[in-house]
């Protein structure tokens, strides 16, 4: 079964096109295509409590509804190291955007699974950060870090680190990094590149309507806000003298 699944993970990556070696594209670029023969187990479908009461609710919130999740490759940073940095690590690489099907895998497998994640052993070994996930939603986002060969899951967030021992799911780790990393270009910052919109400017209709669409809940929850406003004195009002 479990080699099944390792083929299906590898399969993932193998019938891919090479990523370009422009840098400047390497952020368009998707990784992982359709998974037609994998479905995560209907049991699984929940972040582990474990998991999700160490890193927050709001690291926690980012990771399950992400809008694009970035893979960078990293390692230890070196002294005197002056490059581009990630956590406090060194980048190395930038290996794609992780579609949603791979997403789906990584949680149900990584994140979901009971029999995947040791939370009472520990290893005598040092983590070796191979890739980084960056989940982001809006301007937030929570860092996902794989190490391998001392097999761990660990979520950065907010200056606070959650570690996880993943020793029991060391093929599937090794399953998704090895193609991770060998379809990473080097990573070159997309502020240079002008890639970066702070904002969150809408620039065509298509797009407006998507914030449209999005922001409902957001002015629904405003609007219930200046009502309660309205009609109670606020724990944090000023009174003037």
């Not at 096109?17 to 479905?39: H, K, R, Y």
């Not at 950060?129 to 967030?157: E, K, N, W």
């Not at 998704?176 to 002008?194: D, Q, W, Y």
Request: net charge negative.
């Amino acid at each position: 079964m479990l080699l099944r699944f390792l083929c299906l993970v590898l399969s993932l990556f193998l019938s891919l096109p090479a990523v370009a070696q422009d840098s400047s594209a390497a952020p368009e670029t998707e990784i992982a295509a359709d998974i037609p023969a994998w479905q995560p187990d209907p049991e699984h479908n929940v972040i582990l409590e474990e998991i999700s009461s160490a890193i927050g609710d709001s690291a926690l919130n980012n990771i399950e509804h992400a809008e694009q999740v970035f893979c960078y490759q990293i390692a230890d940073k070196p002294e005197n190291y002056t490059g581009y940095t990630l956590d406090g690590m060194a980048i190395v690489g930038f290996c794609g955007i992780i579609n949603q099907d791979l997403q789906t895998l990584i949680k149900s497998e990584l994140m979901m699974n009971p029999e995947n994640i040791l939370f009472d052993v520990t290893e005598n070994c040092v983590i070796r950060p191979q890739i980084m996930l960056r989940f982001i939603r809006g301007i937030d986002s929570t860092d996902v870090l794989l190490s391998s060969p001392c097999h761990a899951l660990a979520v950065f967030y907010g200056g606070k680190i959650s570690a996880f021992n993943a020793k029991p799911a060391a093929q599937i780790i090794d399953a998704v990094i090895e193609p991770l990393l060998k379809n990473k270009v080097p990573f070159a910052s997309p502020a240079l590149f002008n890639q970066l919109m702070p904002v969150g400017v809408a620039q065509t209709e298509e797009q407006k309507a998507l914030i449209e669409k999005k922001n409902e809940p957001v002015r629904n929850w405003q609007q219930e806000q200046q009502k309660i406003k309205a009609s109670t004195a606020g724990w944090n009002k000023l009174k003037a003298n």
